[in-house]
């Protein structure tokens, strides 16, 4: 699933329909809708200006009127904005795949995509929205969160450091790729539990995710398979992976073989014997 760098990808690419405003909405496939029937969606939408758009996570926040609409890209969800077209044949490039499609009044269209339909869309009023957010730790990038802050809202744990770090509620938008790339940048074991590792090994940490997250949106995220970005390109950043993908290769750092292992989480962790003790 896409995680906080290609999200935010998506994201930055939204801004251009910043201000735009809706004339019409179509939902053409219900079934992502979370907690918002088609209809209610289509009337909520319609007219509404597109106010900013935000990234919380791994979700994409479009902010309208007097409302939230919160789209969690699942596997294979993508965002296009072009120029709208009257003619276009149902089955032309991906349009069979549209779960939502906003007819701008700037003569834009912008089309939420997902093929396997594995992500989710809410409509939240104000609060309903801040109670969403406050149900997800805090955002690894706000520079106002400190090592200590980072090490509190973790470390209360005995699970594997790993999982801790993709628990939602513990901290924002890092999902499997980057916690193997950021324990290994950091040194950690990704099997120890989260209360043994000192301030200090979270102070490595946080600043390992804060720059591996930070590259990684340089880049425009990581394309695996799926993932694209707003301008529908791949990311760049499966170049840059150092250990996630590449058991049974040479560690980078200092050639022992990869090692993987499914027994942490139930999701590959990839990791060095010899560099992550
Ligand atoms: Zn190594």
Redesign the pocket.
């Known amino acids: 699933m896409p995680e906080l760098p290609e999200v935010e990808t998506m994201v930055r690419d939204l801004g251009a329909v910043r201000g735009a405003r809706i004339e019409t909405a179509r939902v053409l496939r219900p079934d992502v809708l979370k907690n918002v029937t088609p209809r209610t969606l289509v009337r909520r939408l319609t007219g509404a200006t597109v106010r900013a758009v935000s990234r919380r996570a791994k979700n994409a926040v479009l902010h309208l009127d007097d409302r939230y609409l919160v789209i969690q890209p699942g596997m294979t969800g993508s965002f296009s904005i072009a120029p709208r077209q009257r003619h276009r044949r149902p089955d032309e490039e991906g349009e069979a795949y549209i779960v939502l499609r906003l007819s701008l009044a700037d003569g834009r269209a912008l089309a939420y995509r997902d093929v396997r339909r594995l992500g989710r869309m809410y409509l939240l009023p104000p609060a309903g929205y801040a109670a969403f957010s406050d149900r997800i730790g805090p955002e690894p990038l706000d520079p106002s969160l400190t090592a200590e802050a980072f090490a509190e809202a973790v470390r209360s744990s005995r699970q594997a450091i790993k999982k801790v770090l993709m628990d939602q509620r513990r901290l924002a938008g890092v999902g499997n790729i980057y916690a193997n790339e950021a324990l290994f940048a950091a040194g950690l074991d990704p099997s120890a539990p989260a209360d043994r590792l000192d301030v200090e090994d979270y102070r490595r940490l946080l600043a390992a995710v804060r720059r591996i997250l930070q590259a990684a949106i340089d880049a425009e995220g990581t394309t695996l398979r799926d993932y694209r970005t707003g301008s529908g390109q791949p990311g760049n950043f499966q170049f840059d992976l150092l250990v996630y993908g590449r058991e049974g290769q040479p560690?980078r750092?200092?050639g022992?073989r990869l090692a993987a292992t499914h027994a942490i989480d139930a999701r590959v962790t990839v990791f060095?014997h010899?560099?992550q003790r």
């Open positions: 560690c750092v200092c022992t060095c010899r560099c």
